[in-house]
């Protein structure tokens, strides 16, 4: 069982049978850098701007939460890698899985932004409530929210990406592009 610390954002894995390492083994997947340029460099510049003056410690747990509800190890590992660079607190890293258990560890508009990105990531599963996004606004002004929803539909796409073509946890691509 995944447990993601949201309520709606629970997920059971019942008939699921154990994991063998050849369930990890991916036939080869095409390199989307290589096969859209145009679109993978469009989304390098749509996540730039969406950061763009934000708290890069703010980016890093919005990007792990919504790397951690997607479950991309891909992503999970580069961004947990870029917060110690930037010097992230080890401990903050181990709680954004349960932050709402550990809300000490976050600032209020920490905490506005990670239940923002839940509700977003999860958008299927009943939209964004109002009283998330109403708190989110207490804590962002109009420009700054419009950019944290971009971080989060930028870190989404990225996710996908990253699982749909089988990118390895540990192999970061990004100096390649």
Excluded at 60 to 79: D, F, K, P, V, W
Aim: hydrophobic share 45%; aromatic share 6%; net charge negative.
């Amino acid at each position: 069982m995944v447990m993601t610390n949201n309520t709606n954002a629970t997920q059971t894995a019942t008939a699921t049978p154990a994991a063998t390492p050849q369930d990890h083994e991916h036939t080869p997947r095409l390199n989307f850098a290589k096969a859209a340029p145009k679109a993978f460099k469009a989304l390098i510049g749509f996540d730039a701007a969406a950061r763009d003056g934000l708290d890069p410690a703010l980016v890093e747990l919005i990007q792990i939460r919504a790397s951690l509800l997607n479950g991309c190890a891909y992503c999970l590992h580069m961004h947990t890698s870029d917060a110690r660079k930037a010097g992230e607190d080890e401990a903050r890293l181990h709680m954004v899985g349960v932050w709402r258990e550990a809300r000490n560890f976050f600032t209020a508009k920490e905490q506005a932004a990670l239940a923002l990105t839940e509700s977003v990531t999860l958008v299927s599963r009943g939209g964004v409530p109002d009283d998330v996004y109403v708190e989110a606004t207490r804590h962002f002004d109009e420009s700054e929210l419009a950019r944290v929803l971009a971080l989060i539909f930028a870190i989404n796409t990225w996710n996908r990406i990253a699982l749909s073509t089988a990118k390895v946890a540990g192999e970061d691509e990004r100096a390649a592009h």
